[in-house]
């Protein structure tokens, strides 16, 4: 007897397989939530979400968006390798902070490239172990040096412990099995993009100016980016929650009661309805 798949495997959204394992939690750790983080990204947007799973339904503890990365400095290329640690170093910072553990669990204040875990600290003589999440990618295929472990590398050094080797980061070396660091911390400050920068202004300008007007507009060159991702990471550390400039003042919720009420049709009273139905027996009568 055949079975019908679950919708989201039908269209291929959702592994099943990788989500039962991420979400099972151990029985004897009653009702203890297991988190995962989430990373997913789009065509202009990388989305990390820290992410605990109920009966009821997913519920997300913790968001970050690369597009909100504006508002530390980083304005272009908000889909790559540096704009990902960014994304996730954010999502980490915004997580501790609202549990009120980023003081405790400071992570890796200056990247340096190097494969670290987040670690117990000691706290008023007592150990405190580090808040914990496992990484989800979903469907994307987890090549070495893809840009879903530069989001775990920035929320590991932004103070959360994630189980992970260093196997799958830009720089590992599968003949000798260590991490070149320097490797690892070029892309962490978007040494590659860089690299590239300069490449392509020597070998083809117009290609070069096309593909970076963005940069030249804003007068950013290839040896800036190094300061530019530096200064925002500071930044992030400073303000997990820094607000955006331009977007104007929040509704309150009173002024989206009223803005929804403008479409809904008011409900009707008793003696209206009679006055209604009375008024179509007159019609009715009438046209008889």
């Known amino acids: 007897m055949a079975f019908v798949k679950y919708k989201r495997r039908r269209s291929g959204k959702t592994d099943y397989a990788a989500r039962k394992k991420l979400i099972s939690q151990a029985k004897n750790k009653y009702n203890a939530p297991k988190y995962r983080l989430v990373v997913r990204f789009t065509k202009k947007d990388i989305i990390c979400q820290i992410i605990t ?58 990247a340096d490239g190097e494969y670290k875990l987040t670690e117990a600290a000691d706290v008023d003589g007592e150990e405190r172990r580090p808040f914990k999440c496992f990484l989800d990618v979903g469907l994307t295929r987890t090549s070495t040096g893809a840009r879903v472990f530069g989001a775990m590398k920035g929320a590991s050094d932004g103070g959360i412990y994630i189980p992970h080797s260093d196997k799958r980061f830009p720089g590992y070396d599968i003949e000798t099995k ?63 929650f820094k607000k955006d400039p331009e977007a104007g003042s929040k509704k309150s919720k009173e002024e989206w009661k009223a803005e929804s009420k403008k479409y809904r049709t008011p409900k009707k009273t008793k003696e209206q309805k009679e006055a209604t139905v009375q008024k179509k027996i007159k019609e009715l009568a009438g046209e008889v």
């Open 178 to 240: 260590e991490l070149d660091a320097d490797t690892l911390r070029r892309y962490i400050f978007g040494g590659h993009v860089a690299e590239y920068m300069e490449t392509l202004a020597d070998d083809d300008e117009e290609r070069y100016k096309s593909q970076f007007s963005g940069y030249i507009e804003d007068e950013i060159e290839a040896d800036g980016l190094e300061e530019l991702y530096s200064e925002a990471h500071s930044q992030i550390r400073e303000d997990p």
């Open 53 to 110: 799973s109920e009966i009821a339904g997913d519920k997300v503890f913790a968001a970050a968006y690369s597009h909100e990365l504006k508002r530390y400095g980083v304005t272009h290329g908000l889909t790559n390798w540096a704009a990902a640690y960014c994304t996730g170093l954010l999502v980490a910072r915004r997580a501790l902070s609202k549990l009120q553990i980023a003081d405790m669990f400071p992570g890796v204040e200056e």
